[in-house]
Nanobody, 125 residues
Framework: QVQLVESGGGLVQAGGSLRLACAAS????????MGWFRQAPGKEREFVAA????????DYAVSVKGRFTISRDNAKNTVYLQMNSLKPEDTALYYC??????????????????WGQGTQVTVSS
């Protein structure tokens, strides 16, 4: 498995931007599909975005499409989530997760084997 550490969370006003980063160590980073998920208090963890091993395929939840961009730098073993036009409803604990690239594409958190500890994003109105 791969070890993941998120960073970049914080407090931002509505309409602002943040960039999250997730640094991976352990096995070969390019062997993994990477995903971002989030969980708000009292709610279930939900899919935000995912990117395939090469960066050539991305997938977004409807709620963030057009505002968030997922990218990766395999040379740096890092995946990013650029978040623009943030809304108060984006407030949550954001997690990155890894799924081996040979598995079929999935947005289900249960299908991701490795997880980071999460980074808090708070958007004030």
């Amino acid at each position: 498995q791969v070890q993941l550490v998120e960073s970049g969370g914080g407090l931002v006003q509505a309409g602002g931007s943040l960039r999250l980063a997730c640094a991976a160590s352990g096995r070969t980073f390019s062997s993994y599909t990477m995903g971002w998920f989030r969980q708000a208090p009292g709610k279930e963890r939900e899919f935000v975005a995912a990117i395939n091993w090469s960066g050539g395929t991305t997938d977004y939840a409807v709620s963030v499409k057009g505002r968030f961009t997922i990218s990766r730098d395999n040379a740096k073993n890092t995946v990013y989530l650029q978040m623009n036009s943030l809304k108060p409803e984006d407030t949550a604990l954001y997690y990155c997760a890894a799924r081996h690239k040979l598995n079929t594409w999935s947005r289900n958190s249960a299908d991701f084997a490795s997880w980071g500890q999460g980074t808090q994003v708070t958007v004030s109105s």
